[in-house]
């Protein structure tokens, strides 16, 4: 009998969930004007006040208007389209050959709180192409050219939750430190050498913090720090695919962090030295972690550059070298080879010419 109960409120509670489901699919087309998008608002049914809201046949009562969407994805758009509802509170531009962002050409949408501009071709945007989206909650800027963003570019999204910036070309994280709500943060697949915590938001708790793939070497103690006490309880941070140098500065952290922390997913595998490489660092003892020339010497550091600048010298002298011997010695070999073809022919050598003859030689 009590199995029977069980599955009876399981079915139930699947009813139900499928009804919420469908509710929040429902949708009414609405005219786009002159952009080629598909626009529509979506609804949801007003669950506020159950008793006020269930109808007499116990299902949900009033529908409420949830969103304004505007779909342009794949539309092979070279820019952002400034004839648009001004109500859109969902706006997706994904896939699409966009590749600049000019000031202000979203100000008229101060609704929007959903903004897609991923898998474009944006290399450049300026200072205020955000200005007025004070409502916006999610920016998906992910699969761009991005190599560097304007300082202040997030400054008017204070309530920005989620921030995708991930397969780009950055160099750095951009200041983000003025965003309170920012639990979000997705980076992975840049050219980040290094973080500054100054950049990073220090709001509410980090829930998520990707940093795959990209050109970190070092984990300084400062950004250790930030974590522990910014992390949420359940928050994550992803560091696996960086070049990770396990030298005397990650047997720093490892003396900060003595044990795996809570929220780290993975772990520093080691690319540098190479009788390191591959191993967690959490399973190396610290004697082993020292900086030597096999830790010094890595791809990017000081000491390799300058030691490819002695190599690239010391080509240079030898190739000079080399070529001047070679010059020298191809001219005396065809100096004699002239003069045994010359006294073959019997023709009068150097020595036994006028020129040389009426030169005073000494007793």
């Known amino acids: 009998m009590a199995v029977r109960v069980l599955c009876l409120l399981a079915c139930v509670a ?12 429902k949708h009414d087309y609405i005219d786009c004007g002159d952009i080629p998008c598909t626009c529509f608002d979506q609804y949801n049914f007003d669950l506020s006040g159950t008793d006020r809201n269930l109808s007499a046949n116990g299902t949900a009562g009033d529908l409420v208007p949830k969103d304004t969407n505007i779909d342009c994805k794949s539309k092979n758009l070279t820019e952002v389209p400034t004839h648009m509802l001004s109500n859109v509170t969902d706006l997706r531009l994904s896939h699409n050959r966009i590749k600049h962002l000019p000031g202000r050409q979203l100000q008229n949408f101060s609704d929007l709180y959903y903004l897609d501009l991923g898998f474009n071709d944006i290399s450049r945007i300026e200072e205020e192409a955000f200005w007025g989206l004070s409502r916006l909650t999610i920016l998906l800027l992910n699969r761009n050219s991005l190599s560097e963003l304007p300082k202040g570019l997030f400054s008017h999204l204070i309530n920005i939750r989620f921030l995708q910036l991930g397969f780009n070309n950055l160099k750095r994280i951009p200041d983000l430190n003025g965003l309170p709500y920012l639990t979000n943060l997705a980076v992975h697949f840049n050219e980040i050498e290094d973080v500054t915590v100054d950049n990073l938001p220090k709001g509410m708790p980090l829930q998520n913090f990707v940093l795959i793939e990209n050109k970190m070497r070092h984990f300084p103690l400062s950004l250790a720090s ?6 949420a309880t359940y928050g994550y941070l992803t560091v696996v695919g960086n070049p990770w140098v396990c030298d005397c500065q990650m047997a720093d952290l490892k003396r900060v962090w003595t044990s795996h922390p809570r929220f780290l997913t993975d772990s520093f595998y080691c690319d540098r030295p190479q009788r390191l490489k591959g191993k967690n660092l959490w399973n190396i003892p610290l004697s082993e972690l020292v900086c030597d020339n096999s830790t010094d010497n890595t791809p990017g550091d000081g000491y390799e550059v300058e030691m ?17 011997v070679f010059g020298v010695v191809s001219s005396l070999v ?4 002239l003069i045994l073809v010359r006294k073959a022919r019997g ?3 150097a020595e036994d010419s006028p020129i040389v003859g009426m030169v005073e030689r000494p007793e």
């Open 308 to 324: 490819d600048a002695l190599y690239s010298k010391g080509q240079l002298i030898g190739a000079g070298i080399g070529c001047f």
């Open 347 to 349: 023709r009068p050598t």
């Open 14 to 25: 699947i009813f139900l969930q499928a009804q919420y489901c469908l509710s929040y699919m």
């Open 226 to 231: 930030f974590f522990e006490e910014h992390m």
């Open 334 to 337: 065809a100096y004699f080879v």
